[in-house]
């Protein structure tokens, strides 16, 4: 019996977070375990981010012409399971460090490509992309904790088997989707037309959408000290592994919080604000972690995930939801998820751990929140280009047509954006 579009997603991201609330904390120490260096670790890491920078945007791109989603979806996440399960099965240490890159590369794909397909079925009025996005966020703190229970038990192999687990649900989820469930309803979903590489290259055109690429990429990847040392710094301060699990959870769950209710909020104020509110939190954020604040303090400011991370999340989809023509919203998506977020988070995790150190975290903190105004100023740079509609290029007048917005290429006019259901 196959799913609604509204259950099947929401499983969909119960599945990937699963995934990825055991991969983020746990996996590395298998690595460890099984004789991979610190170094080599970093590289394998690194090396699965090349391969989503290199060919992350031409799977979007390919993916734009697939009528079914549920192909591209199912072949990536079906690389996922396969390499995740071959990895339970010994292997030498270069076939582990390829299937390690795949694996971590394939995941990276299938999120924005999910979120795509999710943002659709928003505007088909099927669900509401933000709570069921939530479910997710509440998949990542419960691997969290049952998986480090589980791990604490049986040993760190156990990460492996839990994201061949969640892999495989994530493939049974896709086959069990309705074919179409992303789609619009009505005219528009049968005449939407395989995008033109030129068409896809305009986007890098649009002052508007380069702008939104920078304050949302520069947000994100100001967690980037938070993701990879706060572990090392709250230790330092004599901060056991439990009371680290819960500040981690007192971030996911104000993140959960603007997921599930804040769509009003953002059909009142709009992606750019979003947007902004999570770069202002940034700015304020980090420095005031970097200075080891008394415990209260640092409760309070983990509370402020809910900007740094869920609002630009929703603005940023919000963003491309209403900016990017219907038959380039996985590039955009995915050029989000690889050159914003993934590429400014690994360079700034590269340039931190060259100076950070436990006993003295500020300088690196520092930086993000660096970032965070960096992000601010591109977001005020969007407040202004940015028109509301269909980005165009703008480059100059010659070098577009005006189009629909469906399959043509970027509308040189903007669009109105109906109210949705």
Excluded at 67 to 87: N, T
């Amino acid at each position: 019996m196959l799913l609604t579009p509204a259950r099947g997603f929401t499983l969909l991201y119960i599945a990937q977070f699963l995934f990825l609330g055991v991969q983020l904390p746990f996996f590395p120490g298998w690595l460890y375990e099984i004789g991979f260096s610190e170094k080599a670790i970093g590289l394998v890491t690194g090396g699965s981010l090349i391969l989503r920078l290199l060919l992350g945007p031409v799977v979007a791109y390919w993916a734009e012409s697939q009528r079914d989603q549920r192909i591209i979806l199912g072949i990536i996440s079906a690389l996922m399971f396969v390499s995740a399960a071959l990895l339970l099965v010994g292997q030498p240490a270069w076939s582990i460090a390829l299937l390690t890159i795949t694996m971590m590369w394939s995941f990276g794909c299938l999120v924005p490509l999910t979120d795509t397909a999710v943002m659709r079925a928003d505007k088909a009025g099927a669900l509401d992309y933000g709570r069921t996005r939530a479910f997710g966020s509440g998949a990542f703190v419960f691997a969290n904790l049952a998986g480090g229970l589980l791990i604490a038990r049986t040993g760190d192999a156990a990460s492996v088997a839990w994201m061949a687990g969640a892999s495989l649900l994530a493939l049974v989820v896709i086959l069990g989707l309705p074919k179409g469930a992303e789609r619009q309803e009505g005219a528009g979903a049968s005449r939407l037309a395989p995008p033109k590489l030129s068409e896809a290259v305009r986007l890098f055109r649009s002052k508007s959408f380069l702008l939104m690429l920078t304050a949302a990429g520069l947000t994100q990847g100001a967690h980037a000290v938070y993701y990879a040392f706060s572990k090392l710094h709250w230790s330092s301060l004599g901060y056991g592994s439990d009371l680290i699990g819960v500040l981690w959870t007192i971030g996911v769950v104000a993140e959960i919080m603007i997921l599930f209710f804040g769509r009003p909020l953002l059909r009142r104020f709009g992606p750019v604000l979003f947007i902004g509110a999570g770069a202002l939190a940034a700015f304020i954020r980090w420095p005031l972690i970097g200075l080891s604040p008394p415990l209260p303090v640092v409760f309070l400011l983990q509370t402020l995930h809910a900007f740094t991370f869920a609002t630009v999340y929703l603005g940023t989809v919000e963003f491309i939801s209403r900016a990017v023509p219907r038959n380039l919203e996985n590039t955009g998506m995915t050029l989000v998820s690889t050159l914003g977020v993934g590429a400014l988070t690994g360079v700034a995790t590269i340039i931190a751990g060259l100076f950070f150190t436990a006993a003295n975290p500020f300088p690196a903190y520092a930086m993000m929140g660096a970032m965070g105004a960096a992000a601010l100023l591109a977001t005020l740079g969007l407040w202004r280009h940015w028109d509301g509609g269909i980005i165009r290029s703008e480059r100059g007048a010659g070098d577009d047509a005006p189009v629909d917005g469906t399959g043509g290429g970027i509308s040189q006019e903007p669009v109105p954006v109906p109210d949705r259901p």
